[in-house]
């Protein structure tokens, strides 16, 4: 409750705050924060807002939204980070991130609560 | 109650509430339990008030002495009051114990649970009186009473499902059994209730209460020996599983070498809700960060982090192993 | 000419040879010898001081563990850490708090409540005061080094045994907690003993404080409820050290032995700390009421009947490990039982309120209502989860967290703090601030609540105690979210209290002057801060409420009225009355101050602690270290002033040495004797339990040559006559008897158990090979540990026989060393009943 | 030590004496009956144990009883309700009624714990 009160709150204060390309028109931060933790983000990623997540595997997500690349090579753009987060094998065949058939308008929530973190 | 879901998705994290509860008794047994600690509740909550009212009317009232002489008012309220009322109560409880620790019957589920630090080891008797071994996760029919045998393999565990019964210790070299009736279907969650070292607090697992139907097809399932894989990339995870040793701790029947008896057996990974013993959704992405780093998510347990493996292998490893379902 | 401040007692100094000699005899040493001192009242105050140390430090573990269950999934605190903090919290509250609190309270204030000059043995005090210092710090030291037990302060096996906790942890607490007991056994002797021959005259048992009455339960259920604890303990640590497989399922042994041995002492061990705490609220209250405790003779038998009860009740605490449901039933008739005395002094105390003009709400009687109402609402808890079913679900939860904090908060905490509060004047001559009081029991009293009460919703909800952290979203966060602001809470509370009692009001505190509550009990009769001899003449008491029914008697008391008004041979003594009427009978000698106490316990805590990393020899050192210190302590026991008679004032003369049973050395011996009889109930208890929980194993029968066990017998037997005909020769003036009856004895008792170890040799029995033979073994070095100690007791008697000072007329040493050797032969011949006769039997 | 002594500890505490010898009977015997399955009784029958068990309730409730008998008589030689003349009739009232009391108590702990021989099966 209190996690998903935060990141409402984060993300009533980033929608301003966030440049015109990285929006997600049709993603909902709140929902995103569930399905990161539905999807079991939080076992390899730290991610600042998503209490559980600690994980060490990844690269921690903090200050996404600020962030130049995805995996060091994908400009950090919305449309680059949905498909990531979809198929991660396609873009980057030896990321050991799997492919968890998130649906695009789920992963576009994901994307959203990403954005969210700067 | 929004945790009813169908057993193949996964408990939502958002409907949570109340699938570790006293509160949400979902069997004969922890109804009635339920009920007697009602009871008692209120009553108690009565008592308290009460005494606590008699206290204040003695602080403020200007009498100099109780209602009644002295020792009267000592022997009645004090004695002859908490006498009578706790009679009662030693008949209703006594009654209460026998309705829920009479035993099972004959056509009950039968299933044997082992305690290890800090996971649960599941054997269920098949129709034939087999054993279809499992772990981490119990699935049971409704309205049958299910009988559960108990013990450990090292330290004292406590077997504990709050929405279907009370608890039962597993204690090495005894074998204790607990039996209940499920009355409704839906995902519950359990724990161990005994400190039982470093990692108790992720010591947990998911039932999932069925109709009859389901559940024979579950542990028809669970009786099949391990799906060959198809795909390259699951055939590389499973390669990926005998190259690193894997299957010295945990079994997968049907894969040959892979019979250790130290870890849960994976034979169905894929189809549990749960990884860890509990404490993860048993997802693909979920096993590959277990896999690459078990020590960090749960420091301590028996199993290394195999932070070793390139990005593809632990994929490929993550992959099949989701697939078995 | 009365003690109204400390003015008066100058004054009266320089008129009054007799009080000047008091004073002289009763000075402690000055500077570092101080540390000499074995007074009560000096005793009394460190005691004290180092329970509330103690409770501060298990108090700031309690707030790490807040801060970490704060919010799900906390990482403040590893998982490591946070087992060790808990176990070590556990421990801290329970034994170095709670129960020594009690004595301490206890020490400081029976004699002063009883007359009574100090305790009877003021050494043993001041050596288990020593004792329980250097023990505790010993547990404390393992937490520095992140080696501390984490195995709960139950120390359940198989998780506490050498398998799955090689380290040295369960070593810290096993010797640590050991070495403490010896504090709370003396501690609990000398209670029993100045309860009952202590009192001043016409204190009849009828007309005792009550809270005297609640400290002699205590000290009973000291005596027979720690030694199940101390028998388990050693034999956990002998497990851990030799390998002797007591709890070892794979070897015969059984894990639920250890529950039942650890709950047959800890659940008395909950009353133990209860009835104190009682006693200072059936103590606290009558005085601000302003009116006699409503009831006496029913508060006497709640505190009677619950110890009693409270042993029939430690089944409860393992009513999830499978045993037959009739059997928890009769558990949980006795745990609804007890819940009947609680009523009975619940009601008490109301009607003691009801009875007065108006209660006067001091911050004594604050923190006394606070407490009855939290333990009444613990007490309720308690009556749930004695019903097994209830149990079944609220076992090992937060439920049961909640129950029993309310139980030991009510029914201890805030009597220790109303205590404090009402006592303290005693010491420092000046009354605790009211306001800073009001603050402190506010916020202690809020905070607890706020902290406790969710967690009966947080356990029914599902949570397990002993949890490092859990999963959000299971619905328990925000409630312990709450528990953690009002644990804080309660800790602002205690800093307030802390800041008051150690700075601000000896500095600020206005001065108390005579009687300051207007009490009616004894300690209270004349100037404060208190003397060191408590009372210028040891008065003659016609009341339970003595200052109330006779208002001059304080004053008659302070002009050496009654008995013992002066000391013109400046030794220190006091009046032995009798046990049920109180009639003077002994004048006693009693010791000075002396090195010999602190000694003997830095000793012993050597031993305990070098026996953590299994340092043997130094061990051994150790051991000698506390025996040189034990004889030199001894050596003039047994005064005999020539003639046999003092003058007590009122023209009466008493004796000074007597022998007999009566006495209270015998006593004493006694107590100590009953105390290892129940270890030694509780180890036969374990051989009876194993047999009846193992399917696959009975108890082996000896195969050895029947003449061993025989002649063990045989030679137990004969050394018991001969030292009998020892102590008969000496009754007669025989010296050359006295001495040869002993030596004779003596290697007849060590063929015995040479005997008797010799059949286990012979009938090729090894400790480590399973449970049976481990506990053979045991019986048989429990026979041979009392051989080696009754030993060291012989060649001390011999010794003191050559010094001329054992004689017809002195020989009470003798009879001491001939009870503990019959002790002895009995052990042997129930130890060879178990070993050879049982086994075939069964 | 003579139980009948007004002045006798013993016999204050004579009452809860028997309570711990009723209930170690118990718990020991059902323990042993268990462990060796001598009786397996079920609910409402009365195999040997719990009948044996019962008699021993009742061996215990008789002899408290005698012992009600003797502290009532202890109290009423020393005036029962009488306010006492002297402090040796005080102490031996207060021995008396303590005795007394201390007896009910343990009458109604024998009483709970013979509750569940009439409705348990012995071993389960």
């Known amino acids: ?118 | 109650m929004g945790w009813q879901i169908t057993s193949q998705s996964n408990p939502r994290y958002d409907s949570m509430q109340g699938i570790q509860s006293v509160f949400e008794p979902r069997s004969i047994q922890a109804d009635a339990i339920l009920a007697l600690s009602n009871w008692v509740f209120a009553a108690g909550s009565l008592i308290f008030v009460l005494v606590m009212a008699l206290l204040a009317w003695a602080i403020i009232s200007r009498r100099r002495h109780p209602p009644l002489r002295n020792t009267v008012f000592i022997a009645i309220g004090g004695f002859a009051f908490p006498a009578v009322t706790l009679s009662i109560l030693m008949v209703f409880t006594v009654l209460v114990s026998l309705h829920i620790t009479s035993p099972a019957g004959e056509n009950a589920v039968r299933i044997h649970v082992t305690g290890h630090m800090w996971w649960w080891e599941v054997q269920y008797e098949g129709p034939d009186g087999e054993r279809i071994e499992t772990a981490n996760e119990l699935h049971l029919p409704i309205d049958r009473p299910v009988s559960i045998t108990v013990t450990s393999e090292d330290v004292i565990h406590s077997f504990w499902i709050p929405s279907l019964a009370g608890k039962v210790d597993m204690i090495p070299g005894h074998v204790n059994e607990i039996t209940f009736t499920p009355t409704e279907a839906g995902v519950m969650r359990g724990q161990c209730a005994e400190y039982c070292g470093l990692q108790h607090a992720k010591m947990a697992f998911y039932v999932v209460v069925e109709p009859a139907e389901q559940f024979d097809q579950w542990l028809e399932e669970q009786a099949q020996p391990a799906v060959e894989p198809v795909p390259d990339l699951l055939k590389a995870g499973q390669q990926a599983f005998v190259d690193q040793g894997c299957g010295s701790c945990h079994a997968v029947r049907g894969l040959p070498g892979a019979v250790g008896q130290i870890g849960p057996d994976l034979t169905h990974v894929g189809s549990r809700l749960s990884i860890g013993a509990g404490w993860l959704d048993g997802s693909v992405g979920n096993l590959a960060g277990w896999i690459a780093s078990s020590q960090h998510i749960k420091p301590g347990n028996r199993m290394p982090s195999f932070d070793r493996l390139d990005g593809k292998t632990l994929r490929a490893l993550a992959a099949w192993l989701e697939s078995l379902e | 000419m009365t003690f109204r401040s400390a003015r008066d007692l100058e004054e009266a100094d320089r008129r009054d040879p007799g009080l000047r000699q008091l004073r002289s005899t009763w000075a402690p040493p000055k500077g570092f010898a101080r540390l000499k001192e074995i007074n009560n009242t000096f005793i009394g105050m460190l005691y004290v001081l180092t329970g509330i140390f103690f409770f501060v430090v298990a108090g700031i573990l309690a707030a790490l563990i807040r801060a970490q269950l704060a919010v799900p999934e906390n990482d403040l605190i590893s998982a490591d850490w946070y087992n060790q903090i808990f176990t070590m919290h556990g421990t801290t509250m329970m034994f170095l708090f709670a129960v020594p609190m009690m004595e301490a309270i206890a020490i400081f204030v029976i004699p002063q409540l009883l007359g009574a000059r100090d305790l009877p043995f003021p050494r043993v005090s001041a050596y288990g005061y020593w004792a329980y210092l250097l023990g505790g710090l010993m547990v404390l030291t393992s937490l520095l080094f992140k080696v501390a037990p984490d195995g709960g302060w139950f120390m359940y096996v198989p998780l506490t045994g050498p398998e799955y906790s090689p380290g040295y942890g369960p070593d810290f607490w096993l010797l640590g907690i050991g070495f403490i007991e010896v504090a709370a056994i003396a501690a609990s002797i000398e209670l029993i003993i100045g309860i009952l021959k202590f009192r001043p005259p016409g204190m009849s048992m009828d007309r005792m404080p009550i809270f005297a009455w609640y400290m002699l339960v205590f000290g009973f259920m000291i005596l027979l409820g720690f030694p199940p604890l101390v028998l388990g303990d050693i034999l956990l640590e002998v497990e851990r050290a030799f390998d002797w497989p007591f709890y070892d399922a794979d070897r015969g042994g059984d894990p639920l032995l250890w529950q039942h041995l650890f709950w047959l002492f800890g659940h008395p061990e909950v009353y133990i700390i209860f009835l104190p705490g009682a006693g200072v609220l059936s103590t606290v209250i009558p005085v601000f009421a302003r009116a006699p405790l409503a009831g006496y003779v029913w508060v006497v038998l709640a505190a009677v009947g619950t110890g009693f009860l409270s042993f029939g009740l430690w089944v409860h605490h393992m009513y999830t490990t499978g045993i037959p449901v009739m059997s928890l039933s009769f558990f949980s008739a006795a745990s609804l039982a007890v819940a009947i005395p609680s009523g009975i002094q619940v009601f008490a105390w109301i009607a003691t309120i009801w009875s007065g003009p108006g209660v006067l709400f001091r911050a004594p009687m604050l923190y006394a209502l606070g407490a009855i109402f939290i333990f009444v609402a613990g007490g309720l808890t308690g009556v749930m989860v004695a019903l097994v079913p209830v149990d079944f679900q609220v076992h090992d939860t937060y439920f049961v967290v909640a129950h029993f904090h309310y139980v030991l908060f009510g029914g201890a905490v805030m009597p220790v703090f109303a205590a404090l509060h009402y006592w303290t004047p005693l010491v420092t001559g000046r009354l605790m601030s009211e306001t800073l009081g009001r603050w402190s029991f506010g916020l202690i009293f809020l905070g607890f609540n706020v902290a406790f009460f969710p967690m009966h919703l947080t356990g029914l909800r599902g949570m397990p105690r002993r949890v490092y952290t859990y999963p959000a979203d299971l619905g328990w966060d925000w409630l312990n979210m709450i528990s953690s602001i009002g644990a804080y809470m309660v800790a602002a509370g205690v800093a307030v209290f802390l800041w008051d009692w150690l700075y601000w009001h000896r500095k600020h505190g206005q001065v108390a002057g005579y009687n300051p509550w207007n009490a009616g009990t004894l300690e209270w009769h004349s100037v404060t801060p208190s003397t060191n001899f408590s009372m210028r003449s040891v008065p003659i008491v016609s009341s339970t409420y003595p200052l109330w029914d006779e208002p001059e008697l304080g004053d008659r008391v302070d002009r050496g009225e009654f008995y013992l008004p002066d000391s013109p041979d400046e030794r220190r003594k006091t009046l032995r009355t009798g046990s049920v009427m109180g009639e003077p009978r002994q004048v006693i000698f009693l010791p000075h101050p002396a090195w010999s106490p602190i000694i003997a316990a830095i000793g012993t805590a050597t031993f305990f602690g070098l026996a953590i990393f299994k340092l043997w020899w130094l061990c051994a050192a150790a051991a000698l270290v506390i025996i040189i210190a034990g004889i030199i302590w001894m050596w003039d026991a047994e005064p005999l002033p020539a003639p046999n008679r003092y003058d007590v004032g009122r023209g009466e003369t008493l004796p000074v040495h007597i022998n007999g049973a009566d006495t209270h050395g015998f006593w004493a011996m006694a107590l100590l004797l009953i105390f290892d009889a129940a270890a030694f109930v509780s180890l036969i208890f374990s051989a009876l339990f194993l047999w009846t929980v193992n399917r696959d194993l009975s108890p082996p029968v000896p195969e050895a040559e029947p003449g061993w066990a025989l002649a063990a017998a045989g030679l137990a037997v004969l050394a018991s006559v001969f030292f009998r005909l020892g102590a008969f020769a000496n009754r007669r003036g025989s010296m050359i008897g006295l001495v040869l009856g002993p030596l004779a004895g003596l290697p007849a008792m060590f063929a015995s158990g040479g005997a008797l170890m010799g059949s286990l040799f012979d009938a090729g029995i090894s400790p480590t090979e399973n449970a049976f033979s481990a506990v053979y073994w045991t019986f048989a070095g429990w026979t041979g540990f009392h051989i080696g100690v009754g030993t060291i007791f012989i060649f001390y008697t011999l010794a003191r026989a050559l010094a001329g000072k054992v004689t017809p007329e002195r020989r009470q040493s003798v009879m001491n060393v001939e009870l503990f050797w019959h002790f002895t032969t009995g052990l042997a011949l129930v130890s060879l009943i178990m070993i050879h006769l049982w086994p075939r039997v069964i | 030590m003579n139980v009948i002594d007004r002045d006798s500890l013993v016999g204050m505490v004579a009452g809860p004496l028997v309570w711990g010898a009723h209930f170690l009977t118990c718990y020991i015997a059902i323990a042993v009956a268990c462990a060796f399955e001598f009786e397996t009784g079920g609910p409402g029958e009365w195999g040997t144990v719990k009948t044996i068990l019962l008699a021993v309730t009742g061996i215990a409730l008789a002899l408290i009883a005698v012992l009600i008998l003797l502290a009532w008589h202890r109290w009423m030689q020393a005036g029962g309700f009488e306010k006492p003349r002297d402090s040796t009739q005080a102490r031996h009232q207060f021995m008396a009624v303590g005795g007394l009391l201390l007896c009910f108590l343990s009458v109604v702990a024998v009483i709970y714990a013979a509750v569940p021989l009439f409705f348990l099966p012995a071993c389960q």
């Open chain 1, 1 to 118: 409750m209190a996690v998903l009160f935060l990141a409402a709150a984060l993300a009533g204060c980033a929608e301003s705050e966030i440049p015109q390309g990285m929006r997600i028109l049709d993603g909902d931060p709140e929902t995103g924060a569930r399905h990161i933790r539905e999807y079991g983000c939080p076992a390899c990623h730290t991610i600042p807002g998503i209490r559980s997540a600690k994980g060490i595997v990844g690269p921690p997500l903090n200050k996404f939204a600020l962030r130049a690349y995805i995996t060091g090579q994908y400009p950090n753009t919305p449309d680059n980070l949905v498909r990531w987060i979809m198929d991660a094998p396609a873009m980057a065949p030896q990321t050991p991130m799997p492919d968890m058939g998130i649906p695009e308008d789920e992963a576009r929530h994901i994307a959203a609560y990403l954005y969210t973190l700067r």
